[in-house]
């Protein structure tokens, strides 16, 4: 079908209004909209059957088309700059019309926004700690989507709440949903989606009233620096968020802080100050860490442990295969992505020690966890790590 195949009506909606317009053949679009989708990293789709419907206005029997996967809404209305209610409308419709379902749309979602009140907060809260539960055990790819769906709910809670505590909590939830997704992104070795989703968290935190949401954000932030190569850049991230956290963040993020900065430094080739630093973050963990309030940050004496067991193997010290060794034995077996990076770090301090077959086996394991996790960023890890095993 060419733009002029049906010339002899008028366009059934504004969709097929502007796809004619654009003299394509739908053949044409469609394989530009998933070029498109690639490039700005939409996950979206449209089949030519699909856009049919869609530019008719209703489905195959006669019925009301109805509105489309979000995805795939998202996907048009980035495409066209216009919003999908108008993409489905009929290109004469009048503006009052259109205003009229505009201020009809805006009156029901500020009275949704309205009716988050203590329990609903808490509830959001309790489903972001499931997800957290079946990521770190299960991986990214089995929750991703939950995630991205939850950032939607959110986002739109957010957008028409007029309650300033209530703002200021979902902006908080906002942003804990953007580290998040960001360290998926990052585990799925998807460097730009990382980065992405720590600024859209960041855009979130200017809505909150706390700064250890922004310190936080920040510093998982500078991960995706390390595994671009620039770790320079990381510690300088880290160093002015450790000092403006100093005066103004608790102890546990700021010892989650010093242990960050810790791997950091580490990644540089500076082993002293990256001691130094873990050293600090051991003085400042408060003895009771369920009892802190703001971010989630995951920190005890093994935790802590296995930072420093990395930070030791990056850097070539011989003390950490005894180090990771212990961390691992100590290691909650729900924390599968940690596991598999854990038993990375301890296979590089065997190889340093020339203890290759050992070196092996904990390839071994590790491989197999991260393939379960779909972990991409274990898996790079474990390629380097096959080829210095295998040097002679």
Do not use: C
Not at 152 to 166: A, D, E, K, M, W
Not at 193 to 200: I, L, T
């Amino acid at each position: 079908m060419t733009n002029g195949g049906s010339r002899g009506r008028a366009p059934r909606t504004v969709l097929e209004q502007k796809i004619w317009e654009r003299g394509e053949t739908l053949a044409e679009f469609v394989e530009y909209a998933e070029r498109f989708a690639h490039q700005v990293g939409e996950r979206g789709t449209l089949s030519e059957r699909n856009l049919k419907r869609l530019m008719a206005g209703r489905a195959a029997d006669g019925s009301p088309g109805g509105t489309p996967r979000v995805a795939t809404s998202r996907l048009l209305e980035r495409l066209f700059g216009t919003s999908i209610q108008e993409l489905l409308s009929p290109p004469g419709a009048t503006s009052d019309a259109l205003y009229a379902e505009g201020e009809q749309e805006l009156r029901r979602m500020l009275s949704v926004a309205r009716r988050v009140d203590t329990s609903i907060l808490a509830l959001i809260h309790s489903q972001l700690d499931a997800i957290r539960r079946i990521d770190r055990q299960l991986g990214a790819p089995v929750v991703r989507e939950e995630v991205e769906a939850k950032i939607r709910q959110v986002n739109i809670l957010l957008s028409f709440s007029l309650t300033p505590g209530t703002r200021d909590q979902l902006a908080a939830i906002r942003a804990e949903l953007g580290t998040l997704a960001g360290w998926q992104a990052l585990d799925l070795g998807n460097l730009l989606g990382s980065w992405r989703q720590y600024e859209s968290a960041k855009a979130a935190i200017n809505e909150t009233s706390h700064f250890e949401f922004k310190a936080h954000t920040a510093a998982e932030q500078a991960f995706v620096l390390v595994d671009l190569g620039n770790a320079d850049a990381a510690d300088e991230l880290l160093s002015t968020t450790r000092t403006v956290a100093e005066k103004n963040a608790g102890h546990l993020l700021r010892a989650w802080l010093a242990a960050a900065h810790g791997e950091v430094l580490a990644a540089r080739g500076n082993r002293s100050a990256s001691l130094r630093a873990f050293d600090r973050a051991i003085r400042l963990m408060p003895t009771d860490t369920a009892a802190a309030s703001g971010p989630y940050v995951m920190l005890d004496e093994i935790h802590l442990a296995r930072w420093r067991g990395h930070a030791l193997s990056r850097v070539g010290d011989p003390e950490a295969a005894g180090v990771l060794r212990k961390a691992l034995s100590g290691l909650d077996q729900s924390f599968t992505r940690a596991e598999a990076s854990l038993r990375v770090d301890l296979a590089a301090a065997l190889v340093v020690q020339n203890e290759r077959e050992s070196a092996e086996q904990q390839v071994t394991k590790a491989r197999a966890l991260a393939q379960d996790i779909g972990s991409v960023r274990q898996n790079r890890r474990i390629s380097r790590l096959d080829e210095q095993i295998k040097r002679p």
